[in-house]
């Protein structure tokens, strides 16, 4: 997000707020290390979240990490013959806990005449953010970031780190810390924590912070931390059915406008989930002889 100069002056102060920060077993502490000097709200977990075993693993974490990236990677290919919805709601909120700006956007993911992956706005009403304002790293977070996979290609990038086994509702998953390895620029990275299923192999829940932030003063863009959810849709493999994202961002102002602080509150839902495919008929002289179709009457005079 980026911090808005409209409507700033001098008599507007810094808003001081004494938010208490419990920092939860899902990696929150990680990110707030990370991201010290911006300060958030993290999310309460889930109740389905069950008790950590950190006792070693019967297979070697190493193995572990190798066998779910070559998952993550056959359910990306997979991922990239659906369509679906995104629904995407962006607000800040005030001091009474009230929604006080809001972006809003709808968007099918879908193919175009030619089988080319787009995505195609259904529904996007005006922005009333005014207190900050949508940058191009919080539309690539909700494209890329929010719904997480980490594939095999990907894996490099990271530092990956085994914390236990734990299970989110009566689902059994290992769990791991992680952290990019180098920063590169307009790139974007999770710092955090996954649970990946120990059956599946695969991602079930994702809980950090896109990483990295802009803090300088004048261009400081700055995001929440959030949590995304899978479950599993088609029998087979897990897709990113929901998001939620909430933090307290702390713009530090400059330019001749004073800082604040802004409450944040993303949520993206994911919907829909259909397999694409495409038809095709063969015409010849009038007639459709696509393979598997009733041959014509050979008694019909031809036209």
Known sequence: MWGSQTGRSGEKK??????IVVLLAAGCGLVAAAQGKDS????????????????EPATPPEQIVKQFAAKESEFQQALNHYTYR?????QTIDDDNKVDGEWYEVDDVIFDSTGARMEKAVFAPESSLRRVQMSPSDLQDIQRGYPFVLTTEEIPKYNLKYIGRQKVDE?????????PKVIEKKQRYLQGRIWVDATDLQIVVTDGRMVPDDTHKGSEDLHPPFMTWRQQVDGHYWFPVYTKGEGILHFSGGNGYMGEDVHIRDTVKYSDY????????????????TPGQKPPDAQQPKK
């Open 14 to 19: 810094v808003r001081n707020r004494g938010w």
């Open 40 to 55: 958030f709200t993290p999310m309460a977990l889930d109740s389905g979240f069950g008790p950590m075993d950190i006792s």
């Open 86 to 90: 995104r629904i995407a709601r962006v």
């Open 171 to 179: 689902v059994d998953c290992y769990v791991f810390d992680v952290s």
């Open 274 to 289: 259909k397999r694409f495919g495409s038809t095709t008929k063969i015409i010849y002289e009038g007639q459709d002889i």
